[in-house]
């Protein structure tokens, strides 16, 4: 009886308490997480209704001509099946110019990147006159060019197209090649048939879009050059772009040609893949993610505990005095709250200064608890020097998002080495 008295006031059986303890709290650290996830779902549904109201993320493929043609097909019994088909042609060349004005659109405590934009889109087609199709007729008479746009919502004024020089009208229609409603240019008296150069078009536009704008290829050669008023862009698709960034702006230039994609010049009907597969773009990125930011401070939840219940075991091994393990349970609260004080705040201000003011707030009611435990002002300093470094080591790593694992790693050796020095001290015996 004596020998398990003695042992339940051991430093073995506090440490056994405090780690139990340190684990207990890993079960609220996981209900912040998942809150944190579940306020990010609903930040995303808030900003997908934005969005949905101003235009969608758009997708653009330039003009491509189409050609309507009847196929005769005779049988064995003489009977006579005509078929009706379609042919599409992709343009010689292609160049894209894109001007980007990016704005943030509000609504509650959510925001959404959105955009207008002044697009200008020249190219070239092949002349077609010599083209024929064994037992078809092809009607030229019939021809168009079909214009991609994502989100037609997203088009703001009538769209200027000239081909040749010559003034077209654009409309809506469906196109089938990539399964998404384009704009129509009906290309009547124009006859094609007897065009021994081609034609060139040119094509300017004012189109709205939210979060990103992409294009595909679908010339032999296609050129694009985007800039905006954007200091944080991704570039996103199977192709990279040269580029400059700087602090208020960025201009990103593609060239891309027809051997880097699996397009070809040609094809009939909807024979044809997707060709969201080979776009390519830019993507106008919020680097004031709070959320990441949260979730990745949410996942030290364990270091924080840890570190604090071990400055205060310290405390009671080297002073000998007794900390009831509900102190040790309060102050692990504590540093939990952290985490939802740092979410809710930064729903409202921002990351940085709700880390600012989330911390100062845990910190001075650990030590002014701490304090009435200690009944010492040096182990009191002690512990605020120590959550001070803590939570600025933290805050640091957090924006080093590169460098994060290296810092945290360097950072983790050098704090197990100080344990490891300051409890050579204690007799664990």
């Known amino acids: 009886m004596e020998t398990k008295e003695k042992f339940t006031q051991s430093l073995t ?20 997480q998942n809150l944190i996830s579940e306020r990010q779902e609903q930040s995303r549904t808030t900003i997908h209704a934005i969005n949905e109201k101003w235009s969608l993320a758009q997708t653009l493929c330039p003009p491509v001509l189409v050609i309507p043609y009847t196929t005769t097909i005779v049988e064995k019994n003489k009977e006579t099946d005509y078929q009706e088909h379609v042919l599409y042609l992709t343009p010689e060349n292609t ?14 405590i959510y925001k959404s990147i959105v955009y207008e934009s002044d697009i200008h889109i020249g190219g070239h087609f092949a002349p077609v006159g010599r083209l024929s199709i064994e037992n078809s007729v092809l009607h030229f008479d019939k021809a168009y060019l079909s214009l991609g ?19 077209y009208p654009a409309e809506a229609g469906f196109g089938s090649f990539d399964n998404q409603k384009n704009m129509h240019i009906e290309l009547k008296n124009m006859q094609l048939q ?30 694009v050059n985007v800039s905006g008023d954007w200091n944080a862009p991704g570039f996103i698709g199977n192709f990279l772009p040269e580029y400059t960034v700087n602090d208020t702006s960025f201009s990103a230039a593609w060239n891309v040609l027809s051997f880097n994609r699996s397009i ?19 993507s106008l990125i919020d680097r004031v993610d709070h959320y990441q930011q949260n979730m990745r401070s949410a996942k030290y939840a364990l270091l924080f505990i840890g570190l604090t219940f071990v400055v205060f075991f310290f405390v009671e091994a080297l002073t000998k005095k007794r900390i009831h393990p509900v102190q040790y349970l309060l102050v692990g609260i504590a540093l939990i709250l952290f985490y939802s004080l740092l979410l809710s705040i930064s729903e409202q201000i921002g990351f940085v200064w709700a880390y600012l003011i ?22 009191t300093v002690l512990l605020g020097i120590i959550l001070t470094m803590l939570y600025v080591f933290l805050f640091v790593v957090l924006q080093l998002e590169d460098m994060a694992l290296l810092i945290g790693s360097l950072g983790l050796f050098l704090i197990l080495g100080i344990i490891m020095f300051v409890s050579r001290k204690i007799q664990w015996y």
Request: net charge neutral; with cysteine; glycine share 6%.
């Open 13 to 32: 059986f506090k440490a056994m308490i405090v780690i139990g303890l340190t684990l207990l709290l890993l079960i609220p650290n996981a209900m912040i």
């Open 95 to 108: 160049k894209i110019d894109v001007r980007l004005f990016p704005e943030e659109r509000h609504l509650s």
């Open 149 to 167: 746009i994502s989100d037609l919502r997203g088009i703001s004024q009538e769209i200027d197209l000239k081909i040749n020089g010559k003034n």
């Open 194 to 223: 007897d065009s021994s150069d081609g034609f060139s078009f040119d094509c300017f536009l004012k189109l709205k879009g939210s979060s990103s704008i992409s294009f595909i290829p679908i010339a032999k050669t296609t050129t």
């Open 264 to 282: 070809p010049e040609s094809w009939t009907d909807a024979a044809i893949g997707t060709l969201k597969d080979v776009s390519f773009g830019v």
């Open 358 to 379: 989330a911390s100062m707030a845990t910190i001075s009611l650990i030590l002014f608890y701490a304090h009435s435990i200690f009944k010492d002002k040096k182990p």
